[in-house]
């Protein structure tokens, strides 16, 4: 079965689950945290997914790393999905996870790309502009590229808003261009 369709059953299982139980604002904290540890290091998933290992032992490794730490619908999950054999599955469960608690909210995952790092306060005016344009709640990424040596560049869902100096330079040179000398 493609691993897509496999993820996302078990994400909109807990979705719906945790929506019930008023507990999906924690467990997308908690899932967005241990997803990115996982995607910096894959070591757990390696260890959970071992077919030469007891599931005893990975239930145990479990409940020492997790009970406690994060909240115990996804607690329950990862014994689930150790249960199941589908701990390989536990990033992109994540990140479907994110996809549906984003979807339910309105909020809309943004890259903010500039030259030079913002402080958080240009951070959050850029933020509250983002959500008055669109009209929903912007989640920011920020990201530096000196590339575009001063603006920014927001990606927002599927659109581009290319405020850079490079983009307008770009412009500039393709209008030069067209221009005809006599």
Not at 2 to 7: G, H, N, S
Not at 22 to 37: G, H, N, P, R, W
Not at 127 to 138: C, D, M, P, S, V
Not at 142 to 156: H, L, R, T, Y
Request: proline share 2%; charged share 30%; no cysteine.
């Amino acid at each position: 079965m493609d691993k897509q369709i496999i993820a996302r059953r078990y994400a909109h299982g807990l979705f719906e689950y945790t929506e019930e139980n008023k507990s999906s604002d924690t467990v997308q904290v908690d899932f967005e945290s241990l997803a990115d540890i996982l995607k910096a290091d894959d070591s757990l998933i390696h260890f959970l997914a071992a077919p030469q290992l007891l599931d005893s032992d990975k239930h145990a490794v479990v409940d020492k790393v997790f009970q406690g730490k994060v909240h115990e619908n996804l607690y329950s999950l990862i014994h689930l999905l150790v249960a199941k054999h589908r701990t390989d599955f536990m990033v992109e469960i994540a990140d479907e996870y994110e996809a549906l608690y984003n979807e339910s909210r309105a909020i809309v995952g943004t890259r903010l790309i500039t030259a030079v790092p913002l402080t958080p306060e240009e951070v959050n005016a850029i933020r509250a502009k983002l959500n008055k344009l669109t009209g929903r709640q912007i989640d920011l990424e920020p990201e530096v590229d000196e590339k575009i040596i001063a603006g920014v560049i927001a990606i927002v869902g599927d659109k581009i808003i290319d405020r850079s100096v490079r983009h307008e330079l770009e412009v500039l040179r393709e209008q030069l261009m067209e221009l005809k000398v006599n």
